[in-house]
């Protein structure tokens, strides 16, 4: 069965750091464009970040841009959020998600219909 499982979730300051990972089991992801998309109460899920099953194109929300960082580690079957200077607006449940579609094009505006697989989530509170 595929699945993806996210973790690092947590509470933090404004200001300050988290990584969130996604490991992935049941098949191999390592051809998949992979994503972070996140949900805050009350609202849509939004796209955040995404990487190419190569690592070598990543594409980012406006929101997330230079603040975020997304990597890959294929050979752990993982994935990776880095977020830096983090700001109360950035409190949600965090979803790793694994597709078939360019970076860029998880990121549009219908971007989650590319999505095969979805992780539970993990929740990142950003404390002001």
């Known amino acids: 069965q595929e699945k993806l499982v996210e973790s690092g979730g947590g509470l933090v300051q404004a200001g300050g750091s988290l990584r969130l990972s996604c490991t992935a089991s049941?098949?191999?992801?390592?051809?998949?464009?992979m994503g972070w998309f996140r949900q805050a109460p009350g609202k849509e899920r939004e796209f955040v970040a995404a990487i190419t099953w190569s690592g070598g194109t990543t594409y980012y929300a406006s929101s997330a841009k230079g603040r975020f960082t997304i990597s890959r580690d294929n050979a752990k079957n993982t994935v990776y959020l880095q977020m830096n200077s983090l700001k109360p607006d950035d409190t949600a449940v965090y979803y790793c998600?694994?597709?078939?579609?360019?970076?860029?094009?998880?990121?549009?505006?219908?971007?989650?219909?590319?999505?095969?697989?979805w992780g539970q989530g993990t929740l990142v509170t950003v404390s002001s």
């Open positions: 049941g098949r191999t992801f390592s051809s998949a464009t």
């Open positions: 998600a694994a597709g078939r579609s360019t970076a860029q094009a998880m990121g549009a505006p219908i971007g989650h219909r590319y999505i095969e697989v």
